[in-house]
Structures are given as structure tokens and as C-alpha cells.
């Protein structure tokens, strides 16, 4: 049965000592204030890094082409690497162990037409294979196909916002969307699988990489090549795949071993492992900054404990004076100190998410901080036993002094 009179003998005790409760309290909600906080930016710096390469396969590497910035073999700097459909095909051939899929890339930017409707769109002309590198789903039609590439047909693949933007209700399959003044026939919608990834992938219009080169320019020329490499292969050999690529690609065009700027590579095995790292040390000096904390938060409520009990010994002199057994003496100060540390940890909870909530972190590579609450709890948890602790030890020490002795304390 809940005994009442001793809930009602903590409040009042508590009440009477507004300060003695507000410094024990300020110290449990800030050390659990600044432990959300940490936690909840080194949360919100991995939220980042994970919607940062949300859209692409985990497996991916893009390949680009810029300017040389070596001289070697005659050849002189500024030279520009342009990609075309021989090398793509050589590197599909001589690489296709380790290829699960590729794609070259061609970007234009068009003005799009419906009816009454116009808007700018960004196109990339891609192989089929690109469907399974990017997180593209179809939602309604198809992708494009080896036919598209073999025929050079004007068919096109729209975004869940292009068809938002242009055609409302209206069923955009077997449409025929004007790009720069040219009839393309609409032949799927695709939407981007993953949450939070950037809505401007949903505005893009995919087309056959070899009617663009046709129509744009009627040449072979690719601006980028992509692809995944297979999922067996290891981070170490993921990374060592890549290099190889790389290098035979500046075999080809000429281009000095030590030039990062003529042929350039984004590996997400590359990327994982650097941000494995950070996240390794991120997470180890968040944890025992964490810690730190809470230990501050340990010794000081610790302190406070010894100290109240020390100004109450007259107190506990006087309820022994008059019967009250040791046991009822410890409970009253161990149940007071538990009291003041969780109702101190929840405020401190509620604090720090306040804290994470009230200002906008996405310009400092901050997204979504969070942090979990059973992380909290068991962190709020910890400080209260130590309370418990810190309050036992010393009223147990009180509860033994004799009650003359106690009543003599000055």
C-alpha cells in the first residue's frame, strides 16, 4: 500500500528547501540537457551524410571528366577529356566481371510544354541500366530499353513532379511532351524511392543516351559515366576497382598518373569508409564528452546529497529522539534525492530537445537531430542511482549517529 504521509513529508520537505531543491535539480536537468544535445548532433550529422547519398546505390561509382592539369608525353595542361561511346563500351567489356550495371550520362537542360503548361526540366539521356544505379521506381509505364537505344527513339520517362507540374490529373502516359520545340512520347512515370532525398530528382526526364547524341550535337560524346560495381566485392577491393577504372581511363586519353583533375571518381566505397570514420570518431568523442557530463552531473549531486544530509542531521536527530526507526530516516532522503533526479532528468530531456528543435542546423551539415529516448533514459537512469548512491551513503552514516549526538550538531 502507497503510504501518502511520506509522499506528503518529501513534498513538504522539498517546499521548505526551495534553493537546496533548485541547485540539486539544475544539476541533473543540465547534465541531461547538454547529453541530448551532443547526442542529438552527432544523430543529426549522420542523418546527413545518410540523406546526402540517399538517391544513389550503395554500390555506385561515378565517373567524370574535367581539364588536365599535368603535362606529360607532349600533351600540354588545360587539355579536355571528353568521354564517348567507345570508351564506355571498352570499359564494359574489360571491366564486366565486376560490373553488375553502367550507364553513360548526357545532360540538357530543355524548356517542356503541355498545352498551356511550360516549365524548365534538366534531361539526362542514360543507358537502361540506369534505373537500378539511381533509387528511381517506376510508378506507372516502363524504363528505357535496349530498343530505345538500338532505334534512337524520341521516348522519354518523366518524374512524379514533372507530371504535377504539367499535367495535373490528366494520365500523362502515351502523351507527347514538347522538349525545345521536339514531340517526345511519354512512356513511364518514375518516382524516388527514398524519403528525404532531394524533390528536384523528381523533376528530371530521362531519354535514350543515343537520342541525345543524335539530336544534341549528333555525336558520340558522353558527359559521365556510372555505375555499381558487384556487391561481393569488399570495401578494400570496391575502392582498388574503382582506381582501376580511373587508370585505364587516363591510359587512354593520355593522362599523367598524379592529374586529379582530368578524370575524377566518386566512390561510394570511398565514401562509406571515410564516413565510417568520421562517425567512429564523431561517436567516440561525443560519448565521452557525454560521459564526462554525466560523471560532472554524478559528483555534483553527489556533493549536494552529503551536504543536505549534513545540514539535516539535527533533523534526524530529533525524528530518532522521538522513534523513528533508521530504515524510515534513509527512505525518506534516498526516495527524496530519486524524486529530484528523475522529475530534474525529464526537464533536462525536455530542455535539450527543446534546444535541437528551435534552431534551423541544415546549413551546418545538421539534419533531423534526434536522439533516441532510450538513450536518454538510461542516461537519466545512471544519474538517479547515483543519486540514490549519494543520498544512501551519507543518510545511512546519519541514521547510525545516536540522537543526542545529532541533536548537538551545529
Known amino acids: 500500500m502507497i503510504d501518502l504521509g511520506l509522499f506528503r513529508e518529501i513534498f513538504q520537505s522539498l517546499n521548505k528547501n526551495k534553493l537546496r531543491t533548485l541547485l540539486s535539480g539544475f544539476t541533473v536537468a543540465f547534465a541531461i540537457m547538454l547529453f541530448t544535445i551532443l547526442f542529438g548532433i552527432a544523430n543529426g550529422f549522420q542523418n546527413t551524410f545518410n540523406n546526402e547519398f540517399a538517391g544513389d546505390a550503395n554500390n555506385s561509382i561515378f565517373i567524370y571528366s574535367g581539364r588536365t592539369s599535368k603535362a606529360v608525353e ?51 539521356a542514360v543507358n537502361p541500366d540506369h534505373q537500378f544505379i539511381e533509387k528511381s521506381e517506376i510508378k506507372d509505364g516502363r524504363f528505357i530499353n535496349p530498343l530505345d537505344i538500338k532505334n534512337n527513339t524520341k521516348n522519354i520517362v518523366i518524374g512524379n513532379l514533372v507530371v504535377e ?15 525545345n520545340k521536339i514531340k517526345f512520347k511519354i512512356v513511364g512515370v518514375f518516382v524516388e524511392r527514398t524519403e528525404g532525398s532531394d524533390s528536384n530528382e523528381a523533376r528530371v526526364i530521362y531519354m535514350p543516351i543515343s537520342t541525345a547524341q543524335k539530336i544534341y550535337g549528333n555525336n558520340d560524346y558522353i558527359d559521365q559515366i556510372n555505375l ?10 570496391a575502392i582498388a576497382f574503382g582506381n582501376k577504372i580511373v587508370d585505364k581511363i587516363k591510359e587512354v586519353f593520355f593522362v599523367a598518373d598524379n592529374d586529379q583533375s582530368a578524370v575524377r571518381a566518386r566512390n561510394r566505397a570511398r565514401e562509406n569508409q571515410e564516413i565510417t570514420q568520421f562517425n567512429g570518431v564523431l561517436a567516440i568523442l561525443v560519448l565521452i564528452i557525454g560521459m ?22 539535527k533533523e534526524i536527530g530529533i525524528r530518532k529522539a522521538l522513534g523513528a526507526p533508521p530504515s524510515s530516516i534513509k527512505l525518506i532522503i534516498v526516495l527524496e534525492s530519486v524524486f529530484v533526479t528523475a522529475i530534474s532528468g525529464y526537464v533536462g530531456l525536455l530542455l535539450g530537445g527543446a534546444v535541437l528543435n528551435s534552431f534551423d542546423l541544415e546549413d551546418y551539415w545538421i539534419t533531423d537531430p534526434g536522439v533516441s529516448t532510450s538513450l536518454v533514459i538510461g542516461a537519466t537512469f545512471t544519474l538517479i542511482l547515483a543519486g540514490l548512491i549519494a543520498a544512501y551513503v551519507p543518510a545511512n552514516r546519519a541514521a547510525s549517529i545516536k540522537p543526542i549526538v545529532a541533536l548537538r550538531d551545529e
Request: no cysteine.
Open 74 to 124: 607532349g600533351y600540354q595542361t588545360g587539355r579536355r577529356i571528353q568521354f564517348d561511346n567507345p570508351l564506355y563500351s571498352e570499359i564494359k567489356q574489360e571491366f564486366s566481371d565486376d560490373i553488375e550495371f553502367i550507364t553513360g550520362r548526357v545532360y540538357k537542360n530543355v524548356t517542356a510544354s503541355f498545352g498551356n503548361e511550360k516549365s524548365n526540366y534538366s534531361v539526362r
Open 165 to 179: 507540374d504539367l499535367f495535373g490529373e490528366i494520365d500523362p502516359i502515351g502523351k507527347y511532351l514538347d522538349l
Open 228 to 237: 555499381t560495381y558487384n556487391p561481393s566485392l569488399s570495401e578494400e577491393e
Open 292 to 313: 564526462g557530463t554525466l560523471v560532472a552531473g554524478v559528483v555534483g549531486i553527489s556533493n549536494i546529497m552529503i551536504f543536505i544530509v549534513k545540514e539535516r542531521t
